[in-house]
């Protein structure tokens, strides 16, 4: 059974603080690898992908792949109160192909204290 | 902008109804998903379709089924309703090229008298 496996949380952090969110799954073939973003009561909203081992910058965002330690990161720099929400890793299965089916974690959630 | 657009944000219905949720989407992609999603369970996939009239089954299809007679539209459909199936539906589409994302819709939270 293909996994991706996330803390629940919550993580706490105040605010203008770095949030650390991590993600580790279990399929070695995977080649691409997402984070979502979704409020209570809303759905998931893509916010990060990243295909290449290293560092992937997008504002406040950074997503940190390392496929040797099957480990995927989300940095959220500055955190923000609105920034408080669940975080979902999702991961590709098997080597992708056209489908693009997606193993999802069961979310971290964030909560950002003022 | 991706459009994915499902066709109620809340729906109640009794249990032995035969339930339709619908997903239409705008970008013409090729794939299409049905989520369930319950409080520590995540996200399980139910159907998906990688064309119009191409369906294949996800990790929890029982008591589900699908159609895609269009490639904008894609259903999911609730044979007999039960109240275990009460939980929020999403529907996703992707592109077709390898490493694609999914983009959602704003779900449907269907509960099961």
């Known amino acids: 059974q293909k996994e991706v496996e996330q803390n629940s949380g919550p993580l706490s952090v105040p605010e203008g603080a770095i949030a650390s969110l991590n993600c580790t799954y279990s399929d070695r073939v995977s080649q691409s690898f997402f984070w979502y973003r979704q409020y209570s009561g809303k759905s998931p909203e893509l916010i990060m992908s990243i295909y290449s081992n290293g560092d992937k910058e997008d504002g406040r965002f950074t997503a940190q792949l390392n496929k040797a330690s099957q480990y995927v990161s989300l940095l959220i720099r500055d955190s923000q109160p609105s920034d408080s929400a669940t975080y979902l890793c999702?991961?590709?299965?098997?080597?992708?192909?056209?489908?693009?089916?997606?193993?999802f974690g069961t979310g971290t959630l964030l909560a950002v204290q003022p | 902008d991706v459009k994915v657009t499902q066709s109620s944000r809340y729906l109640v219905k009794r249990t032995g109804e035969k339930v339709f949720l619908e997903c239409v989407q705008d970008?013409?992609?090729?794939?299409m998903f049905w989520y369930r999603q319950d409080p520590g369970l995540g996200l399980r996939l139910i159907y998906f379709s990688y064309d119009v009239k191409m369906k294949e089954k996800g990790d929890i299809p029982e008591g589900y089924s699908v159609s895609r007679e269009k490639k904008e539209r894609f259903s999911l459909i609730l044979e007999s309703a039960s109240t275990n199936q009460t939980s929020m539906y999403l529907c996703?589409?992707?592109?077709?090229?390898?490493?694609?994302?999914?983009?959602f819709g704003d779900g449907t939270r269907l509960s099961i008298l």
């Open positions: 996703a589409s992707s592109d077709s090229y390898s490493n694609q994302p999914q983009h």
């Open positions: 999702a991961v590709n299965e098997g080597y992708g192909g056209a489908t693009n089916k997606l193993i």
């Open positions: 970008m013409d992609h090729e794939n």
